[in-house]
């Protein structure tokens, strides 16, 4: 009987315990995270979606772990649409090595911090280029591959400079994959291009 009471108040223990303690919400899968340091002030978080777009994931975190995309520009930024880098030549008309990738477009929606493959007219075209969406663009949907969602950081890249291209261009200082737990630049490094701020939005009136 003392044992059976004993065991007994050790499950009444473990449960009292169990209820004070908060339940862990689940974040993202690090391996389908896609951080960009941006020369805006900070970090970018972008949750990747191999469940819609596993080619494109994959390239993108490819070319991440290759340090492609680090010191890329966005060389085409519009106000009220998207921002759009990776792209080595920095003019649009650059890629990476890498062939071609066939399109894998899918129902996820243009939505503000969406991004997407940029690509030429043929469909299958996209390479490295990608573009994060400023605002709702849903006439693109199922016409590019979307492959994910910005989670956290959107002001960084609201701060992006425009302009086709810009006048001073904004970078990728690093890009790299949750799993592998890069670290973000040094703040005195990452932030020093964000005396630019004032310059950004006097390029955006008319």
Request: cysteine-free.
């Amino acid at each position: 009987m003392r044992k059976l009471f004993a065991l007994l108040f050790g499950f009444a223990l473990a449960g009292a315990a169990a209820a004070q303690t908060p339940a862990v919400p689940a974040g993202p899968d690090p391996e389908n995270v896609l951080y960009l340091d941006l020369s805006t002030g900070g970090r970018v978080g972008i949750l990747m979606r191999p469940d819609k777009a596993p080619a494109h994931v994959e390239r993108v975190k490819t070319l991440a772990r290759q340090g492609f995309y680090d010191g890329l520009t966005f060389h085409r930024v519009i106000e009220g649409f998207m921002a759009q880098g990776g792209d080595p030549q920095g003019t649009g008309q650059g890629g990476s090595k890498l062939p071609d990738l066939k399109a894998e477009f899918n129902e996820l929606p243009h939505v503000r911090g969406a991004v997407a493959m940029a690509r030429a007219a043929d469909d299958n075209s996209a390479n490295s280029q990608f573009y994060i969406v400023l605002q709702p663009r849903f006439e693109l949907d199922g016409n590019y591959t979307v492959w994910g969602r910005v989670f956290e950081g959107m002001p960084f890249v609201d701060a992006i400079e425009r302009g086709e291209p810009p006048a001073n261009p904004s970078r990728i200082l690093k890009a790299s994959v949750g799993s592998d737990r890069v670290a973000p630049p040094a703040p005195a490094v990452a932030a020093a291009p964000a005396t630019t701020a004032p310059a950004v939005a006097a390029t955006t009136r008319n």
